[in-house]
DNA sequence: TTTTAGCTACGAACAGCGTTCGCGTCAAGT
DNA sequence: ACTTGACGCGAACGCTGTTCGTAGCTAAAA
């Protein structure tokens, strides 16, 4: 290969197409749909500044002056993401049901975007979006008869619940390879592995056997949703 | 201040004092020592293989021939911490305190490590401590009659609910100021702006008022423990 | 005792990160 | 036509995890 510089373009004058190359403009939303962008594609961890800047062929610094720093960044993402929930109004004859749903549709938001909800584990949300879903969620919740405490900390309760189960489904999208084969070999390891244990010391987590692993996600966060609204329940009949 | 460069010391002979200054010698258990004490002086996010590597006056590339990875690295500090959680040994008669008990020692460890909690959000630990953890707290379900499925589910949604709970009360620590000044501004900033919003658009959420921001830790956490358990018993006495 | 072999410790470098600073350009106002 | 102001963004700073090659020590061999 030849190291010659290559000549320059004549910089007087550049045509107009090379001046305004498809380049999208540059705004707060198209920022984050960017953002969203490549967190479902390569994870919550391959987002950075330089790479959301990249899609809009320009540096990191431009990015500032619509977005304060990476974690508002982040947080404008996370609302954008709970815009996509979907969540019945209330009906106090159906508040199970709704409930149900309801939790469904948070889980189901948060699996098909990777790890996301990784970045919402210790924080409160309080983008409109983010208001919108709790203010939904209190309602059927108060429609179901609960008290306006155990609503409160329900709201809580389940938010993390659910946040937590769509990210670990979503997370089997990121981690542990890429492709079903090597997912399905890293399942098959842990399983081997607790099957593996001397029984002498861990008497309970052997006996349980396929019990540990088994079950698909949705049969497992079912499984969740059931304890808790019985959980609830039966607290709110305690509580009179 | 003068700006004299200072004599260096004659490098041909150094003093032994000055040769082993009480510098610890390198292993893996002191190094996950080291890097516990700065998760719990400075938080998650300040834990790196430099840092640690300045507690024993060398570079970080020294660290990788006892760890192979900082993964790995946090992996053994949660693992250290599993060590601290003492759950009782099963007890049939006492299964439900006992269960209480696990959960608040669970709670209280990770608490007191600051957001330590974050590193172990979608794992499944498989460090020596945290398998003793599960079984013991496999066992105490199992003593409480709930079948194998049910036990193994419900030790997943407890330990995550515990360690999610734990997690925010360390984080308090890290989070929103160092002082309790500024963090008593933050939740007072937080209540707030709750209180602030339109009640015509947040109906539920305003109506509540003070219900979601009450209560402190302990309170919200034994609610859930409560949920919880009546939860898992209701579902226990359906399935049969 | 001298030489050599092996091995551990670790400085330096690499590629990437979030964020800031200040220069250059371009558009609107006078 | 000239000035002024705002905005865009390249370059730089200090940080990150990890790798590579070597310097220096220890211990075995001659």
New binding site residues.
Partial sequence: MSEVPEVPVPPWRTSPRSRSPRKPA?SQEAIVTAALEIIDAEGLD??????V?QR???????????V????E?VELVVDRVNGEVLIPTADPDRWREQLREAMFAIRDVYASHRDLGRALIGAVPIGPNSLDSTERLLSILRAGGLSAKVSAFAADLLSMYTVTSGLEMGDQNTMHGATDEERGAYYTRVHDYFASLPAARFPTLTSLGDALTSGDGDERFAFGIDVLMLGMIAYTDRES
């Fill in positions: 540059l391959a987002l950075s500044m330089r790479r800047a809009f062929d320009t540096g990191a610094a431009s990015l500032y002056a619509y304060a720093s990476k974690e960044l």
